[in-house]
């Protein structure tokens, strides 16, 4: 990069130079996919890349959307209600995931600003869904969460509750699409993504999002359609 020369030139200068390295993260996790899915046999088509962008501001997402990627995922219903407003409306085909667990008070909330939900994980949840989706005409995807490590810290159903849940979804007007789950942090991944894919085939369910930065490879060889993945795409978060 030559020195600027003028006033007007270091802004257009820095924000090019971002937008190739936003690329070239972007290139070097989907060539990681690629590879992943040569060697397992899948077709890469079939991955959906979520860069997660929570406790990341406008700049950092910006520089992402220059680059090409559409699909987000937050964590937060309050985070992604002052962030997204305003980038949908500067940047078409946006489409947004809830991946953190959601209070059913803030239901109506995420329907309007989410296109998928990955946390559906109890029947109270559905239910404020449902009565949310029936005021509105928006309809996001909805994935069971499940608590495939059987954490007592985290979000999710238990394995035995899971059939049950998607009855309930199902008798309530909505379409679950898939499973969604995140591995215990200390442990070999593998087992657990096996599970969750085993689990989404038996319940005829198309969608499985597990699989994020530190591991996202091995999920997509073990069936992935939706990876999450933050910290590769967006650098560490403080
Ligand atoms: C933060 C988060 C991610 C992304 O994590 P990285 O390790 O930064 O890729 C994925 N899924 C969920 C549910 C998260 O909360």
Request: hydrophobic share 45%; proline share 5%.
């Given at each position: 990069?030559?020195?600027?020369?003028?006033?007007?030139?270091?802004?257009?200068?820095?924000?090019?130079?971002?937008?190739?390295?936003?690329?070239?993260?972007?290139?070097?996790?989907?060539?990681?996919?690629?590879?992943?899915?040569?060697?397992?046999?899948?077709?890469?088509?079939?991955?959906?890349?979520?860069?997660?962008?929570?406790?990341?501001?406008?700049?950092?997402?910006?520089?992402?959307?220059?680059?090409?990627?559409?699909?987000?995922?937050?964590?937060?219903?309050?985070?992604?209600?002052?962030?997204?407003?305003?980038?949908?409306?500067?940047?078409?085909?946006?489409?947004?995931?809830?991946?953190?667990?959601?209070?059913?008070?803030?239901?109506?909330?995420?329907?309007?600003?989410?296109?998928?939900?990955?946390?559906?994980?109890?029947a109270?949840?559905?239910?404020?869904?449902?009565?949310?989706?029936?005021?509105?005409?928006?309809?996001?995807?909805?994935?069971v969460?499940?608590?495939?490590?059987?954490?007592?810290?985290?979000?999710?159903c238990?394995?035995?509750e899971m059939?049950a849940l998607i009855?309930s979804a199902?008798?309530?007007?909505?379409?679950?699409?898939?499973?969604?789950?995140?591995?215990?942090?200390?442990?070999?991944?593998?087992?657990?993504?096996?599970?969750?894919?085993?689990?989404?085939?038996?319940?005829?369910?198309?969608?499985?999002?597990?699989?994020?930065?530190?591991?996202?490879?091995?999920?997509?060889?073990?069936?992935?359609?939706?990876?999450?993945?933050?910290?590769?795409?967006?650098?560490?978060?403080?």
């Open positions: 990069m030559s020195a600027p020369t003028s006033l007007f030139e270091p802004t257009e200068a820095v924000t090019t130079d971002t937008e190739v390295s936003a690329a070239d993260r972007i290139a070097e996790v989907q060539s990681r996919i690629n590879l992943a899915c040569r060697a397992s046999g899948r077709d890469a088509a079939g991955v959906a890349l979520v860069a997660v962008s929570k406790t990341f501001g406008a700049d950092a997402i910006t520089s992402l959307l220059a680059a090409g990627q559409k699909r987000f995922g937050e964590n937060r219903v309050q985070e992604a209600a002052e962030k997204w407003p305003a980038l949908r409306a500067g940047w078409a085909g946006i489409e947004l995931h809830l991946v953190g667990q959601l209070q059913s008070n803030k239901a109506a909330e995420a329907v309007a600003l989410f296109d998928v939900i990955h946390s559906v994980d109890r109270s949840l559905v239910a404020a869904l449902a009565r949310a989706m029936a005021a509105t005409d928006r309809r996001p995807r909805l994935l969460q499940v608590n495939i490590g059987d954490e007592p810290q985290k979000g999710g238990s394995l035995g059939p009855a199902r008798s309530a007007g909505l379409d679950i699409c898939g499973l969604m789950a995140v591995p215990p942090a200390d442990r070999d991944p593998a087992p657990f993504f096996a599970l969750l894919q085993k689990l989404a085939h038996e319940q005829g369910l198309p969608e499985i999002s597990m699989g994020m930065s530190g591991d996202f490879p091995i999920a997509v060889q073990l069936g992935a359609t939706m990876i999450r993945v933050g910290s590769a795409l967006f650098g560490g978060r403080s």
